[in-house]
């Protein structure tokens, strides 16, 4: 478990009513720890750090020297300090119903105090992670301008203030929220989903053996969402259940996690790495991983098109640099295709690939774990289309599988996925392969594969499940606390 400690100048009024906050002053933050035999720690700095030096900077550089997880980081209150913390918001965090935008918003562990501004007041948490930040808006050439400060709960005004102690007393007890613990687990894990996903890359049925596995392990596994960043700190280690992306809320909290040194499945070097198609295939070119002939595209020229026809011949398959499951993946199979699919996905990147097409009834998928194979499925293409998903057709959405032991996996499927998996880390991967005429090709490499209950686990059941969990726990008792 971890004590959560909410450190104010000199003036813990408001926290003391029944289910409050472990609220104290700097002075007793300064002389009374760390503790010894101390549960692990971590710290809220609601002190003033609006000067270098201040008992809010202290309390900071210490909570870090006492490897205390602190929210903000010395970091974060040094950056917020530099007058030019002014962020230029995107379209998507501001509402568009047209009412006016406040001059000031007050955000407190990324709650917003006027709730149509949530979004802003997640995306902006999310760059400078503070507990109480003040937004200042303004409009500039059609941009929503927002200069960020930070401010100490003293200098909120009443109204607010009790809006901030409020949201401190939530954020408290949120990531305990499930049901009251009787039993002590040493380890806690965040498992990242999103409900809203039309597509998640774990079923009900696994998350709830996820959970399960881990409890025998002695660890606590505690679902959260993309709305939950601030709870990150409360955890020991952060599952990502969730389709990953790089400008996305999943590599936000995988980056945030590893910072705070949480053992991170995916982290963010493999989300970096699997995300992004030109950087695998260099990777897989430079490791002599097997893979369809493919070329890096960065126009769509005639001449340059004449080449590539030369090369690859016709159907090519034309993939934007960053997808899942299939998406911006395109067969085209003359010349006027070509052109205008080119076109348009270099409209959304300055690159795009185009690649060798091999005909296959399935496409293997080798998971790997930390260099270690732990299930393999043929995946069937969806009846009537050249992929196993076909985002166009709601009946026909996937092809079936077949499950099988790795043993019984051809001997060079195996050793080329595990080269590919060792292209790119020791994560939790998923190494996709076309076999043609008894030689295998990769695909790509998924950071984020699926692992769904009935489908992955058909042939090792729980234990499949239990392995995943199990390296968790290695890992945890190897970082040690």
């Known amino acids: 478990m971890r004590t959560i400690l909410f450190v104010v100048d000199d003036d813990t009024a408001g926290f003391a009513e029944p289910g409050g906050l472990a609220a104290i002053t700097f002075s007793d933050y300064l002389q009374h720890y760390p503790k010894l035999n101390e549960p692990r720690v971590r710290v809220i700095n609601l002190c003033d750090t609006s000067r270098y030096l201040s008992q809010g900077y202290y309390c900071s550089l210490l909570a870090e020297a006492r490897h205390h997880q602190v929210l903000p980081t010395v970091k974060v209150i040094n950056a917020l300090r530099d007058d030019n913390a002014t962020l230029v918001a995107p379209a998507a965090a501001i509402p568009r119903s047209g009412e006016p935008l406040p001059e000031e918003l007050i955000v407190c562990m990324g709650e ?90 774990s079923n009900r049925g696994a998350i709830a053996r996820f959970i399960s596995a881990a409890e025998k392990l002695g660890i606590r596994a505690v679902e959260i969402g993309p709305g939950d960043f601030t709870l990150l700190g409360q955890f020991d280690a952060l599952f990502i259940r969730e389709t990953t992306a790089i400008d996305h809320h999943t590599y936000r909290f995988a980056c945030e996690a590893e910072k705070m040194g949480l053992v991170v499945i995916d982290d963010p070097s493999s989300i970096l790495r699997c995300c992004n198609k030109v950087y695998l295939h260099d990777a897989f070119s430079y490791k002599k991983v097997p893979s369809p002939r493919t070329v890096i595209m960065a126009d769509a020229s005639s001449a340059a098109l004449d080449e590539l026809e030369q090369q690859l011949g016709y159907p090519i398959i034309l993939k934007i640099p960053e997808g899942a499951f299939s998406k911006g993946v395109y067969k085209v199979a003359d010349r006027a295709a070509l052109q205008s699919q080119a076109a348009a996905l270099l409209s959304e990147s300055a690159l795009y690939i185009a690649q060798q097409y091999l005909y296959t009834d399935f496409d293997w998928r080798i998971g790997v774990l930390n260099g270690r194979a732990l299930f393999a499925c043929r ?63 990769v695909l790509e490499v998924n950071d984020n594969p699926s692992l769904e ?29």
Request: charged share 25%; proline share 5%; hydrophobic share 40%.
């Open 379 to 441: 995946y069937f293409m969806a009846k009537g289309h050249w992929q196993i998903y076909n985002h166009g057709s709601k009946r026909n959405f996937s092809g079936g599988f077949d499950a099988m032991p790795t043993f019984e996996v051809p001997t060079h499927v195996l050793r080329t996925a595990l080269k590919a998996a060792a292209a790119v880390g020791n994560g939790l991967y998923g190494i996709d392969i076309k076999e043609v005429d008894g030689r295998a090709y």
């Open 453 to 481: 209950f009935g489908v992955e686990d058909f042939i090792i059941g729980e234990e499949l499940y239990m392995q995943i969990m199990a390296e968790f726990l290695r890992r945890l008792e190897a970082r040690g606390l």
């Open 112 to 201: 917003a105090h006027e709730p149509r501004l949530q979004k802003l007041a997640g995306w902006v948490y999310q760059q400078y992670a503070a507990p109480i930040l003040r937004l200042a808006l303004s409009q500039q050439g059609g941009e929503t301008r927002v200069a960020i400060s930070r401010l100490a709960l003293a200098a909120l005004s009443d109204p607010h203030r009790e809006f901030a102690v409020r949201q401190l007393q939530r954020f408290s007890s949120r990531a305990w929220r499930t049901r009251a613990e009787q039993k002590k687990y040493r380890w806690e894990l965040a498992i990242l989903t999103n409900p809203a996903e039309p597509v998640p890359p």
